[in-house]
């Protein structure tokens, strides 16, 4: 198993856990700042040789930080989601599916905000970015295998 996230303290918990419960498994473990093109695409040449190849891949990073009005948000915020929710589920993808294609083991699972689907009075920023990454998932899935 290959987990990565941007806080290696709650990898570390993770990985714990999970050895704890089931001490047979292998795991590695990975501090990766999606928002990061180049830290994201040092990722697989990074891992052991055994873990280069990825068969299943889920994304799930993501954030909501300054649910206000709009009018009200922050432009850093809105750079930090958009860079998180967006930029960053489209690099991880970028960089992982080319070689899952190769090898046939293109299995992807996304994992997003039911915002994408629902409206909230005063959360606009991150309905449309959660909107956008719902119909990505949505097209994605359509043209997998091509």
Known sequence: MRFSSKENRSL???KNELLSENPSIR???HQ???RD?????????SLPTELKEIDILINNAGLAIGMD???DISSDAIDTMIDTNVKGLLYVTQSILPGMKERQKDHIINIGSVSGKQAYAKWQCILCIQACCQRYFESFTSRVGE
């Open 12 to 14: 570390e918990q993770l």
């Open 27 to 29: 795991i590695h473990t």
């Open 32 to 34: 990766l700042d999606v």
């Open 37 to 45: 093109k180049s830290s994201v695409d040092s990722l697989v040449p």
């Open 69 to 71: 009005k709009i009018e």
